[in-house]
C-alpha cells in the first residue's frame, strides 16, 4: 500500500507541527469583550436582516444565564470571555469579485496549507481527478469559494453562511437553530450569538452534489475566538459528501474554538460528513493549543435519510466534541466511525449519541482512540431508543490504544432503551501497542517509527475506509506525524 | 560468516549466556540444540537486538560488521533474519502490505531502489505458491486467526522475499503436524546458499530429519559445550541432554 509507505516518508521528513506559521494580514478588530453591542456589530458587520440580529441576541441573553459544562473528563484552564476577540477580518475594503482582488499573502496561506483555491489550479491537474469545491474561513469570514457557479448549475447552494443570509434568507431562516436550538448547551448558546462565518449548503430534491465540498478553516489572528457555523440540507432524495479541514498557528495562549454544525436530512436523502481536525494541540509542555468545543448534529427528520459522521481528531489542546445523530424518520440510518489521537498534554472528550426515535432504525459506531505522551483520551456515547422505536438497532465498536506508559484513555458508554423491541451490541477493547509487536516489525526492517506508524494505522483501518480516498492518505499521515516521538 | 565471541547476556539482571563463543561460515547450516532454560531462544533475541537483553561482555559480527551497536532495523538491513518461534498477530496490517513495507524500509536503508508493486506482486506469488500458501491469504492481516502452521509458512514466506544473508530459525518446528513440518522444511532448503548462513535452534531432532545441518551445538547453562556433525541429533534422542548438563557446571 503506497500510502504506508508515504506515511513513513512523512514521518521522517516533518516537524510535528507543520501549520504553525502565522500570516501576516493587516486586520480588523471588533474590540474585546462580549456583550451585546459586540452582537449587534457583528450582525450589523454581515448586514444581517433583523430577525437574525434578533436571534442572535436572544441566544447571548440566554449564554449569559448558562453554566460552562464540567462534566466532561477534561482538566483546562477556564476560558475568560471578557479578554477575547470575538470579530476579526482580513481588512478589505469591498468584497472581492475575484481571486485577483484577494489580498496575494492570504492566498499564499492556503497555497501553504496546501488547499487549492484557484479554479484553474484545481481544473488544470489530472483529468478525471476528483473535483473539490472549497470554501475557504479565515478567522471569523470566509475568503472565497470556489466552484460556485458550476455547482449553481445543478442546484445546488455552496457559499458562506453570511451569503446565505443575504441571497437566501428564507432558506437560512427556515432551517437555522432546528437541530442544535440556541440554548443547547453552553457553546452553542455562544456560537448562536456571535458566530460570524461558516458554510452554507442546499442540494435540492434528487440531486446528486456533482463534486465533493469542503470547508478549510483557519485561524490566524491572537486572542481571537473562532465561532463558525455550518448548515447543511439535503433536501428529498439529495446526496452529499462534505469535508472540513481546520489549522492554526502555534501560540503561547490557548485559543478558542466553539463551532455549530447542523445537517438536516430529509426523504431518502444522505450527508456524508467528514472532518480532519488539526489545530495546533500545544508545545511539549501542554503550552498553548486549540480549545475545541463544538456541537455538531444531524436530523435524520424523514424516513430512510441517511448520515454518516467520520472524524479524524488528531489536533487541539482540548477536544470537547459528540457529533450525533437524531434518528426521527423511520428506517433512517446514522454512522459515527471517529479516529482521536491524543498526544502530549492533549485531553479529547469525544463520541457520539445517536437517538433512535423512528421504527427500524439503525446505527453503527467504530471509534478508535489513541494515547500516547501524557495524553488522556476518552470515549463518551450515549445509545438511546425511544419507546417508538421498535426494530431499533446499534452496533459500537471502541477500541482504545496505548503508547507508553504516561497516557490514559477512557470509555464511558450510556445505552438507554425505552422500548423491548431495540437491539443494542456493544463491543469494546483496550490494548497497547505490544513490544513484542513493535519488535517483530522492526526486525523485519522497520525503524521504531516506521513500525508504530503501521502498527497504529493497522488499527485505525476500518475507519480511514470511510473517508474519502484522498483524505484517507492524508489522515494516514496525520495519525503518524501526531505520534512522532511517542514511542520512548 | 556469523562470529559469536563470548557473548556474555543478562535479562532483568541474570546472566543467561555465559561467555558463548561460535562460528557460523558463510554458506552452512549450524544447529544449536539444548535443554530448556539453556538460553537457546535468548542467543537468537540477542543477536536480532531486543531490548531487555543486555550485552555485558563478547562481540557478534556478520560477515565483519559488527551486529551488536546496530538497531534492530539496521541489523535487519546488514542481512539478519529471526524466524519467531511464536509469529506475532498484526492487526489491520495486511500481509502483503506488512511485507512490502519491511523489504523496501530494508532497501532504503542500504541505499537500494524500492522495488515495485508488480514486481513484487510476481515475485511474491512464485513464493506463495511453492509454499502452499493462497494469495487470499496474504490480503488478510498477517498472522491474525492464522494457525500454527500458517503462521510458520509466513515466516518462511518473508524470509524468502527478504533473502537475508543469515537466518536464525528459532524452534520453527513448535506446534507444527508433520505435513506442515515437510512443507516448511522444504522451504527453508530451498533457501541454503553458498551465500546464506543458517543457525537452527531447536530442542528436538525431529526438524533435522528434514533440515540436515552440517555441524550441531549442544548450549547447556548458557555455553557451547559440546560439537559434532549430523549425527549428533540422533545421539542426543538416544541418549538425551543428561551427559552434558554435569559439564556446565
Redesign the interface.
Known sequence: ??A??ET?DTVQKLETYEHGFVSDIEMEFAPKGLNADIVRFISEKKNEPEWMLQWRLDAFERWQSMDEPDWAKLNYKRVDYQDLYYYAAPKQKVAPKSLDEIDPELLRTYEKLGIPLKEQMVLAGVEGAPKYAVDAVFDSVSVVTTFKDELKKSGVIFCSISEALREYPELVRKYLGTVVPQSDNYFAALNSAVFSDGSFVYIPPGVRCPMELSTYFRINASETGQFERTLIIADKGAYVSYLEGCTAPMRDENQLHAAVVELVVLEDAEIKYSTVQNWYPGDAEGKGGIYNFVTKRADCREPRAKVSWTQVETGSAITWKYPSCILRGDDSVGEFYSIAVTNGHQQADTGTKMIHLGKNTRSRIISKGISAGKSSNTYRGLVSAHARAAGARNFTQCDSLLIGKTCAAHTVPYVEADTAKAQFEHEATTTRL????L??????????E??VA??V??????VLQELPMEFAVEAQKLVAISLEGSVG | MLNIENLTVSVDDKTILKGLTLDVPTGEVHAIMGPNGAGKSTLGYTLAGRSNYEVTAGSATLNGEDLLDKDVHERAAAGLYLSFQYPLEIPGVPALTFIRTALNAQRKLRGEDEMSAPEFLKTTREVAKSLKIDMDMLKRPLNVGFSGGEKKRMEVLQMALLKPKFLILDETDSGLDIDALKVVSEGVNALRAPDRGMLVITHYQRLLDHITPDRIHILVDGRIVHSGGPELAHELEANGYDQYLGEAA
Open positions: 500500500m503506497a504506508v509507505k513513513i505490544s513490544e513484542d509487536q519488535f517483530y516489525a522492526m526486525q523485519r526492517g522497520l525503524s521504531q516506521e513500525a503501521l502498527l494505522n493497522g488499527f485505525v483501518r476500518d
